[in-house]
């Protein structure tokens, strides 16, 4: 799945500056950058191919700062040219950043927002995306990168409207995509912009990878979150809303229990999660659904009731729209992906009725338990974003976004 902005018309038709040229993909390399993601565009976009009818671009590589640049590995790699080469290009690439916690050199940030304003298209592949966030130029934009470290970009830039179900988005002049595999696909996207779904398809069959992925981010997503936050007291709310997820009830109802008024406790939630609190109870609720549809004979009925929809119909919705399939086409899906001899769990065997994969009336369990719990079950799993219902509109992950309307409501 992508993003193709409706800005991105409007952007495409910037003029460029009259000493770039728009064959020129200029690709800025740091220390410490993973190579995996940094050889994306060098393959992509400095191999000749146009045997294979693949037109060619001009690649210049570029040092964003001093040399030798040290690499995953061990390696290290000597750039032929340095930011001056960014000035000719009329793509500029940031494969990725070393590190999420630290500020790229303003150097190399100067010169891609002299290449912004210069009409050229800045791209950032996978954790490319925070130094393009550094350089402000994805404030107000829509952006993607790698699942696990989309809290933190969305956390440290409330202004970037993060959505990390994406593999890219494209809004026009700027684009991002997703971590690795998602910088080929993003690639392959500039390529079918620049040259037509020919030129893609045949570079695609060189690489021998799909020429359109679908799909997102939401089937890699892990369910962990750093450890600093599983320490807070709004851990002990998360780990009861896990043990009641059979129940109906509201983000009123966690509010309540964490003795927070509901505007403070969406200020809160959203402080350690970067997600809204109805965002985060739909999508566990839709997390449980998958686990009954994978391991039980419960009808798609009875999965609703018994992960606290109100109706199979809410179900079916937040499932689809999450997943982009219906819990009937998923549930076949996996059985078929599943070894033969495995069986799901029985709702009717010869004990009776199959335990519900939730419990009920929970025993209590220790503080430090529950807090462990309602660790695995926050972070990135709650930037999942969902739509209101009826509106269509899903919201993106970002800290500086209202919440949406209606949330007093249970799913």
């Known amino acids: 799945m992508s993003h193709d902005s409706t800005a991105a018309s409007d952007a495409a038709a910037r003029k460029l500056s009259g000493r770039r040229r728009k064959e020129i993909v200029a690709v800025l390399l740091f220390s410490g950058g993973p190579i995996f993601e940094s050889s994306i565009p060098l393959s992509v976009f400095g191999i000749d191919r146009q045997d294979a009818g693949v037109p060619r671009y001009r690649l210049l590589v570029a040092a964003g700062e001093e040399g030798p640049l040290r690499t995953t590995g061990g390696l290290e790699l000597t750039a032929p040219h340095g930011l001056e080469a960014i000035s000719r290009a009329g793509t500029v690439v940031v494969p990725a950043w070393r590190s999420i916690t630290s500020p790229p050199p303003e150097g190399a940030l100067d010169a891609l927002r002299r290449a912004h304003d210069e009409g050229a298209r800045i791209v950032g592949l996978c954790t490319g995306a925070f130094v393009l966030a550094a350089a402000g130029l994805l404030d107000g934009r829509p952006a993607t990168t790698h699942?696990?470290?989309?809290?933190?970009?969305?956390?440290?830039?409330?202004?970037?409207?993060?959505?990390?179900?994406?593999?890219?988005?494209?809004?026009?002049?700027?684009?991002?995509?997703?971590?690795?595999?998602?910088?080929?696909?993003?690639?392959?996207?500039?390529?079918?912009?620049?040259?037509?779904n020919e030129a893609a398809g045949a570079l695609a069959r060189r690489l021998v990878v799909p020429p359109r992925r679908t799909g997102g981010q939401e089937r890699y997503l892990d369910r962990s979150l750093p450890e600093e936050?599983?320490?807070?007291?709004?851990?002990?709310?998360?780990?009861?809303?896990?043990?009641?997820?059979?129940?109906?009830?509201?983000?009123?109802?966690?509010?309540?229990?964490?003795?927070?008024?509901?505007?403070?406790?969406?200020?809160?939630?959203?402080?350690?999660?970067?997600?809204?609190?109805?965002?985060?109870?739909?999508?566990?609720?839709?997390?449980?659904?998958?686990?009954?549809?994978?391991?039980?004979?419960?009808?798609?009925?009875?999965?609703?009731?018994?992960?606290?929809?109100?109706?199979?119909?809410?179900?079916?919705?937040?499932?689809?729209?999450?997943?982009?399939?219906?819990?009937?086409?998923?549930?076949?899906?996996?059985?078929?992906?599943?070894?033969?001899?495995e069986r799901p769990v029985e709702a009717d065997g010869p004990a009776g009725p199959a335990a519900p994969q939730v419990v009920p009336e929970a025993t209590p369990v220790p503080a430090q338990s529950r807090r462990t719990a309602a660790a695995s079950a926050?972070?990135?799993?709650?930037?999942?974003?969902?739509?209101?219902?009826?509106?269509?509109v899903p919201e993106l992950y970002s800290t500086g976004r209202p919440s949406l309307p209606g949330q007093r409501s249970a799913p």
């Open 147 to 196: 699942w696990m470290y989309a809290p933190t970009l969305a956390k440290r830039y409330p202004s970037v409207h993060v959505d990390p179900r994406e593999l890219f988005v494209d809004d026009g002049d700027v684009l991002t995509s997703a971590g690795t595999a998602a910088g080929i696909d993003l690639c392959l996207h500039i390529v079918r912009t620049d040259h037509g």
């Open 229 to 341: 936050i599983g320490a807070d007291p709004l851990a002990e709310v998360v780990a009861w809303a896990l043990e009641h997820l059979h129940e109906q009830f509201d983000v009123e109802t966690l509010a309540a229990r964490a003795y927070m008024s509901r505007r403070t406790f969406d200020r809160r939630f959203r402080s350690l999660t970067g997600s809204a609190p109805l965002q985060w109870l739909i999508t566990q609720r839709v997390l449980q659904a998958q686990r009954l549809l994978e391991t039980s004979e419960y009808s798609v009925d009875e999965v609703a009731g018994r992960c606290g929809f109100r109706s199979p119909v809410a179900l079916r919705g937040h499932f689809r729209r999450q997943l982009g399939s219906s819990p009937a086409a998923y549930r076949a899906a996996y059985r078929a992906r599943r070894p033969q001899g």
């Open 378 to 392: 926050l972070g990135p799993t709650a930037s999942m974003s969902t739509e209101h219902p009826g509106k269509g």
